[in-house]
């Protein structure tokens, strides 16, 4: 089956679901809303300068109306949140999955699915609308209220505080429904605050724009504090205490590997030869483990010659691998 040919849920799936860069990702969302505000720093910083030289930056009255086009980027970050932490969940817990999930899914992408190795996590991950902020909340609520998190997300959002370009605290909640009506306003309108003169034109200032990236990533980081604070510790890709990077998944898969082959040393304790091939095939098998990791991490080919360093994916490919066989040989052990 040609690219062309793929129903574009599943084409979008594809791209996301093998890649070795993970980037569906609550670590890529935020960091994407740093980025934004990093760039507009650096504007806001331009904009000074040329002020003193006399430069006239932006309109005549106020920025340069593609600042406002942030807000297409920022609501970009908080869908990709909700999107991802979606997926997780349905491949962390599968019996989250809802017949309701099901529907408006088209046919044809649901019987490309298999053929192309797309996991329903994914397809269902990929065909989840979040273009308000009432969606985005009801996400996040469902993955909570799945994993027994005791938080109430609207709430959380609404009592957290922030300012407003005239320096007010305002209800988080508010400024992030006030950025998706501006975000659709600029995607399927054209209005006379758009094409009008300059004096009635309605555009995001630099401060603003700066605000409201400060919003997204806020935003991210509050909920994403609930997961690592209440979720199980096998979540996937939950993110350390400063809400920056991923804890150590390296980490997580050594013990999940340590504690399956306990697992299976207690269940041969009544099979005398089982048990002593078992050891003596743990001493083998861990020594190439070991003797693989060094080759990663030496292997030149895998260093990061160019843009990116593989070796982590690689290790992480390497246990996952050792997990799949502890698994299926501790199901048959263990009865």
Not at 106 to 135: P, Y
Not at 152 to 166: A, F, H, Q, S
Not at 218 to 230: D, F, M, N, P, R
Not at 235 to 244: A, I, K, M, Q, V
Request: with cysteine.
């Amino acid at each position: 089956m040609t690219q062309q040919n793929r129903h574009h849920l599943v084409d979008f799936a594809s791209r996301y679901a093998k890649q070795s860069i993970k980037t569906f990702t609550p670590t890529s969302a935020r960091w994407r809303a740093l980025i934004f505000e990093s760039e507009i720093d650096d504007l806001i910083t331009l904009a000074k300068e040329a002020d003193k030289q006399e430069i006239r930056f932006g309109s005549v009255y106020s920025s340069y109306e593609i600042i406002t086009y942030y807000s297409v980027g920022l609501v970009t970050c908080l869908e990709w949140h909700a999107r991802c932490r979606l997926v997780h969940l349905m491949e962390y817990r599968p019996g989250s999955i809802q017949t309701g999930d099901i529907k408006g899914i088209a046919d044809l992408a649901i019987s490309q699915m298999a053929a192309n190795g797309i996991a329903v996590s994914h397809l269902l991950g990929t065909a989840t609308k979040v273009s308000s902020i009432q969606e985005y909340v009801k996400v996040f609520q469902r993955l909570f209220d799945d994993l027994s998190i005791p938080v109430n997300v609207e709430r959380t959002l609404r009592m957290k505080m922030v300012k407003n370009e005239g320096d007010v605290d305002v209800p988080l909640y508010e400024r992030l429904e006030e950025m998706y009506q501006v975000r659709h306003a600029l995607v399927h309108e054209i209005s006379f605050s758009n094409v009008g003169p300059y004096a009635v034109r309605d555009v995001w200032s630099l401060e603003n724009a700066r605000l409201h990236a400060s919003d997204v990533s806020l935003t991210i980081k509050l909920l994403e504090e609930s997961v690592t604070k209440h979720a199980p510790a096998d979540f996937p890709h939950r993110l350390d205490e400063d809400g920056f990077s991923e804890e150590s998944r390296l980490e997580k898969l050594t013990d999940a590997i340590a504690a399956l082959e306990q697992e299976i040393t207690q269940s041969l304790a009544n099979d005398a030869e089982g048990l002593k091939k078992w050891n003596a095939a743990l001493v083998t098998q861990r020594a190439g483990l070991q003797a693989e990791i060094e080759f990663i991490e030496a292997a030149e080919t895998l260093r990061p010659v160019r843009y990116y360093d593989v070796t982590e994916y690689m290790k992480e490919e390497l246990l996952q691998s050792r997990i799949a066989f502890l698994t299926a040989l501790k199901a048959e052990t263990g009865h």
